[in-house]
């Protein structure tokens, strides 16, 4: 389970989070939706413990982030939105430093790391170094090295730039999967179709502060929208040129 | 605003609107830096002034003294200038083939730039200026001092600068052309990456072979008058600087002859005339291999599999450690030796070393004759301090950076269970107990050839063992507050402000342990002279003990403040 309550970030004047409060229960895949520049990046680092909130708390299990890190983290399992990985490390080494850093070792770790390789399809490429893999490779490692230590939580920013649909395809019936089994995720995404079919519960983010939430039947009657795609609901809620507009700007 | 189509033959970009940005960016980055940190502004205008005063003192002492020297005192001060000048062209030239690599191949702004209209004449032209601006700043810093004594000693008069002006521009120009020449040409066989690994290496041993020889044409011997007849010899061995078709040589005449008054328009001629040949040879070069070479650089680096027997012997000796240590030191041991940058400063270690072996060594300690105990002793004591600089040296290459290259990889650390002490303890020790191995194998070495006596060694160890752990902790804390997470060559970390920073703390530091230690030990050297037993009383002891409590304070605290920053660092 997450919590957020009253989660706020700011940097100097400017508020990228704003009193954010949420509850996303065990079971539940939570879409974050929102502009570039919304706050949903921020908002994911803080519950990872990477940012640290300027008021409020996130917790994890429970647990809060800022007041016991190491029983939080180890409940969680973060993917970034940018594969940043040891170039000089090969992929089945990096896996073994990730599990480490979650105090796992030895044989049943060895044959975790091949199933994971094995189901990215990373397997061929497990000894090589990972600067000389792809961006949808790496960032197919660093999915694969967040399930390690089975987690109960993912929060996941972005998680299908760059990869390819079969991988796309996976990684939807993974976190699915992960959710029918009793875990949370908290997933970030630009991409509105696939927020559509996957999420149980949507919050769209605009300006720091949560515009909209729950499930898209409760987004429509908030907004008071009939029964339109979310693309039009997240247009309504954070503003958007009309086609006439667009017209005009290619006229002038 | 127009988003129609516009007529193809509109226009495309040139010289200016290429380095624009970079000169924007630049000035964007001091105004940033000149707003928010005006001490550390001051600290470097102090160091940088230091630093010319110090080398425009040396300068102008020596040319002083050429200048007294009948007859050939104008010829070895044109000779020096040779000299100086072929040893700036063989560091430029070294820099050169680096920095052409990241201007015209790594460079984040070149797949805009390729991918636009821009004439190839100006993408050269503007990449050559930037190469030569990057590699060639601090030559420019060094010479200045040195040019500016030979403008005051031989009286240059008030154009002399611009003369100087005139002369360097073509001496740059040419090492830039010639790196770049060269870079290209190796771009075109070797990926971008690996022609950066196999550069780097190259570079560094370079530099160290022309430390290394510089070290042993034993310059000491210029400062000597009675040694006048080596330095003759020593002149007339040098005859490659006075080969006639070497620009630094061109460079040195022209500049020598403006100073005597000697009319003639050849080595200025020479100097322009093959550096415009050189930047039209080059731009034909750039014409024809920078497509395929820059489609080169855009393949990976490496696709081979890599060796691990090393780490598995490691993983074996630390499997004592619980799995996070180990993992961390693991992967901070592969890193390190997997990446060019770090392990071929190896190179650089063991130039200084053999360096500064070799310096105890020439001293005139080993003449013959009897030395009294009391310069020993001496020679024993102050040597600790140069130990000591030398290892602050080794801490800022291989410790200050530890932090930094975690750099974007932070995340990973930050989002998982991993107690940050245990990370930071685990990078002090990986860089703390090498260092302790080698300081106590310097200071072993060296007191064995100084012949040190009993209490200078027990006083010399136990002082080695305090400052060692303490300069590693200063190294890494100085690390955590100066990242430098976007630096990519590792070998760049240390020359940054924070690196200056650890240098001056290690320095005051090491200050204030001689000091500590002077009076008690210049008190054992009056009871020697007086006849008096030379044992270890209590105020060396009194002494060894502050000196330990002022290491203790200088580990702890820089690490206890470390974590406190590391903790609320974000990325």
Not at chain 2, 155 to 173: E, Q
Not at chain 2, 232 to 245: G, M, N, V, Y
Not at chain 2, 266 to 294: D, E, K, N, Q
């Amino acid at each position: 389970m997450i919590q957020l309550e009253n989660l706020t970030k700011r940097y100097g004047k400017f508020t990228a989070v704003d009193r954010i409060s949420l509850t996303i229960p065990q079971g539940e895949l939570y879409g974050l939706l929102g502009p570039n520049g919304a706050g949903k990046t921020t908002t994911m680092r803080m519950i990872a413990g990477i940012l640290q909130p300027t008021a409020g708390r996130a917790l994890i299990a429970g647990i809060d982030v800022n007041a016991d890190p190491i029983a939080a983290k180890r409940r969680l399992g973060f993917i970034p939105d940018r594969p940043f990985v040891y170039d000089k490390l090969t992929g089945i080494e990096f896996m073994r430093f990730v599990a480490g850093l979650y105090g796992q070792s030895g044989p049943e770790l060895e044959r975790r790391i091949g199933e994971l390789l094995e189901l990215f399809e990373l397997r061929p490429w497990g000894a090589e170094l990972t600067e000389s893999y792809s961006h949808g490779m790496r960032q197919k490692l660093i999915i694969a090295s967040a399930l390690l230590h089975r987690p109960e939580v993912i929060v996941v920013d972005e998680p299908m730039v760059g990869l390819d649909p079969r991988s796309a395809r996976l990684l939807k019936d993974l976190l699915r999967e992960f959710v029918s089994r009793g875990g949370t995720v908290l997933m970030s995404t630009h991409t509105l179709e696939i927020a559509e079919a996957m999420c149980d519960r949507i919050a769209i983010v605009h300006g720091g502060k949560i515009a909209a939430a729950g499930t898209l039947a409760e987004l429509r009657t908030q907004t008071a929208s009939g029964d339109v795609p979310l693309e039009e609901l997240f247009l309504k809620l954070t503003g958007g040129l009309s086609e006439h507009e667009l017209s005009e700007l290619f006229d002038r | 605003m127009n988003f129609s189509i516009a007529d193809p033959r509109d226009g495309s970009a040139g010289f200016r609107d290429i380095l624009l940005p970079k000169w924007l960016s630049l000035r964007n980055r001091l105004r940033r830096e000149r707003s928010g940190a005006g001490t550390r502004l001051l600290l470097l205008v102090l160091l940088g002034g230091v630093f010319w005063a110090g080398a425009f003192a040396v300068s102008y002492r020596v040319l002083r003294y050429f200048k007294g020297v009948e007859e050939i005192g104008p010829l070895l001060a044109g000779k020096l200038l040779g000299v100086g000048l072929l040893a700036f062209a063989a560091i430029l030239l070294l820099s050169n083939l680096i920095t052409t690599l990241s201007t015209f191949f790594l460079a984040k702004d070149l797949d805009m730039l390729v991918a636009a209209p821009v004439d190839w004449v100006w993408f050269y032209l503007s990449k050559l200026t930037e190469t030569l601006a990057h590699s060639s700043w601090m030559v420019v810093l060094m010479i200045v001092p040195m040019l500016t004594a030979y403008g005051i000693v031989f009286n240059g008069g008030p154009l002399f600068p611009l003369v100087a002006a005139g002369v360097l521009l073509p001496y740059f120009v040419l090492p830039t052309v010639v790196g770049s020449v060269i870079t290209l040409a190796l771009v075109n066989i070797f990926p971008a990456r690996r022609a950066r690994d196999l550069l780097s290496l190259v570079a560094l041993l370079l530099m160290g072979g022309l430390v290394l020889f510089l070290r042993f044409a034993q310059p000491e011997q210029l400062a000597r008058p009675e040694g006048f007849r080596n330095l003759l010899e020593f002149i007339a061995t040098l005859r490659a600087p006075s080969h006639p078709l070497l620009p630094s040589e061109w460079a040195s005449a022209s500049l020598m002859n403006w100073l005597l008054r000697v009319r003639d328009p050849l080595p200025p001629f020479l100097l322009w005339s093959t550096a415009a040949a050189f930047v039209v040879i080059g731009a034909s070069f750039h014409r024809r291999l920078y497509a395929p070479g820059f489609t080169k650089s855009q393949e990976g680096a490496n696709r081979g599999k890599v060796g691990s027997m090393g780490a598995r012997v490691l993983g074996g000796l630390l499997s004592w450690l619980p799995v996070t240590r180990r993992e961390f030191v693991l992967k901070d041991v592969r890193l390190f030796f997997r990446d060019a940058t770090q392990w071929s400063q190896l190179i650089l270690l063991a130039v200084l070393l053999i360096v500064y072996v070799y310096n105890i060594r020439a001293l005139p300690l080993y003449t013959g004759e009897r030395v009294p105990y009391v310069v020993v002793t001496l020679v024993v004591f102050l040597n600790q301090g140069l130990a000591g600089f030398v290892l602050a040296a080794i801490a800022a290459r291989f410790i200050f950076p530890a932090v930094s290259l975690e750099g974007r990889q932070l995340w990973l650390l930050r989002s998982s269970p991993l107690d940050l002490r245990a990370m930071l303890w685990s990078k002090y020790w990986v860089g703390t107990v090498p260092l302790l191995v080698l300081a106590l194998t310097i200071g072993f070495i060296t007191n064995q050839m100084l012949q040190a006596p009993p209490f200078m060694l027990v006083l010399s160890t136990l002082t080695t063992v305090s400052y060692t752990l303490a300069v590693g902790a200063l190294a890494l804390a100085m690390g955590v507050f100066y990242p430098q997470f976007e630096t990519e060559n590792a070998a760049q970390i240390p020359t940054s402000f924070g690196g200056l920073a650890f240098m001056l703390a290690a320095v005051c530091l090491l200050t204030v342990i001689i000091v500590i230690e002077a009076v008690p030990v210049a008190d054992q050297l009056q009871a020697w002279q007086a006849g008096a037993a030379v044992d270890f009383p209590g105020s060396l002891i009194l002494a060894l003990g502050l000196v330990v409590a002022a290491c203790a304070s200088a580990t702890v605290l820089p690490l206890h403040l470390a974590l406190r920053k590391l903790s609320r660092m974000e990325v």
